[in-house]
């Protein structure tokens, strides 16, 4: 397998430095993560097909790209791949085009099933989708096998996204590209770091994603009570104070990022469902565990005998994003490092990350989490 990772900032192709030598021709999957302005723009897509014109080509908006151990804004990355002994498929579908998210993801995973399936990337419509509906979906559709990947971004705007596969970019389109073959190794790593604060409580009241009482009490005005002074820069400061969420029947905690908050309703929105009787905490950053979890997530991806990923997909939350701020390279440089500094990387910030837990079982949404995906083809 062969990964070349490049970036396309004012007409101009350019190749990082790290990636492995792979003739734009022979490129088989091309994955480009950019800013919503940049993928709006008409020629874009022809652009790149005819850059790289016999890839499948699946393009995803972005809060933040990520080139190796950068973190660009306002820019396209992309990584074309190719392999020796696997082989790829791809399929799209339009959400609207399903009664529920959960139905349009079991429906684009059946078009993908095979003996040999071995993995499926996801990038998926950040704020049409229902993040929670969609990975049941797949765990459904795709059983055993295993799913990774993110909901698009919109530089923490939540207005609307943009995804596409083989065409230019739109609103409401769900990817999902299956890797086939006994050659491919795949591993996923991911982690959050946030401290959680407070007591556990437990949610008495919800609509889906929608909260309205903990513990019997106005769910808004807990969360407003714990933030302070922050309550007034809501529904921009919510990123920065995800909750903790333990769904009923479940052993670990998933973390769940305020979308919007709603005065009149007295209710929070939520990135993914936060069911009646699941157990929470409110949760607050810390920059060195954030570092530290992104390196651990980095750390479960890595290969028996320490043998580099030929590629690593990393998919990072908005949230993380804007707790950084101007030190956000410091936690794609840590999975550079863990990683050994010699394999390609890119990837993207997201409303929403997709990925097992480290130790198995079906894909999970999450957020505020680094997710990271490696690949690695055998001889």
Request: proline letters at 3%.
């Amino acid at each position: 397998m062969l990964a070349s990772v490049v970036q396309f900032t004012d007409n101009i192709w350019s190749q990082h430095v790290i990636s492995k030598p792979l003739e734009d021709k022979e490129a088989q999957l091309v994955l480009g993560f950019g800013a919503k302005e940049i993928l709006q723009e008409e020629t874009l897509f022809t652009t790149i097909k005819a850059k790289f014109p016999n890839a499948d080509i699946a393009l995803c908006s972005t809060a933040g790209e990520i080139y190796q151990d950068t973190v660009q804004d306002n820019t396209l990355v992309a990584v074309a791949m190719s392999f020796t002994d696997t082989r790829i498929k791809t399929a799209s579908v339009t959400i609207t085009d399903y009664h529920t998210s959960f139905e349009a993801a079991k429906s684009l995973s059946t078009k993908l099933l095979a003996d040999d399936l071995k993995y499926i990337m996801v990038l998926s419509d950040g704020c049409l989708v229902n993040g929670s509906e969609l990975v049941k979906g797949f765990a459904v559709g795709a059983k055993n096998v295993l799913v990774t990947g993110g909901l698009a971004g919109d530089a923490a705007e939540f207005k609307s996204t943009l995804v596409g596969l083989n065409e230019q970019p739109t609103e409401g389109k769900i990817v999902a590209i299956g890797f086939y073959g006994n050659k491919l190794v795949v591993t996923h790593g991911s982690k959050g770091g946030w401290d959680m604060f407070g007591l556990e409580k437990e949610i008495t009241r919800s609509e889906g994603n929608v909260l309205y009482d903990i513990n019997n009490e106005n769910a808004l005005a807990i969360y407003k009570k714990y933030l302070g002074p922050d309550s007034e820069k809501l529904p921009g400061s919510a990123l920065l104070f995800p909750l903790s969420v333990t769904s009923p029947g479940t052993a670990l905690p998933v973390v769940r990022t305020i979308l919007a908050v709603d005065d009149v309703k007295k209710s929070m929105t939520f990135a993914g469902d936060v069911p009646i009787g699941s157990k929470v905490r409110f949760m607050k950053a810390n920059f060195d565990k954030l570092t530290a979890a992104a390196a651990a997530a980095a750390q479960q991806t890595r290969f028996a005998n320490n043998r580099n990923s030929d590629f690593s997909l990393l998919v990072s939350c908005v949230g993380r994003k804007l707790i950084y701020g101007p030190r956000i390279d410091e936690e794609v440089e840590a999975v550079s490092e863990t990683l050994g500094n010699k394999v390609p990387i890119a990837g993207f910030y997201a409303n929403g990350e997709i990925s097992p837990f480290y130790d198995g079982g079906n894909c999970q949404l999450h957020n505020q989490t680094m997710t990271i995906t490696s690949f690695y083809e055998l001889p």
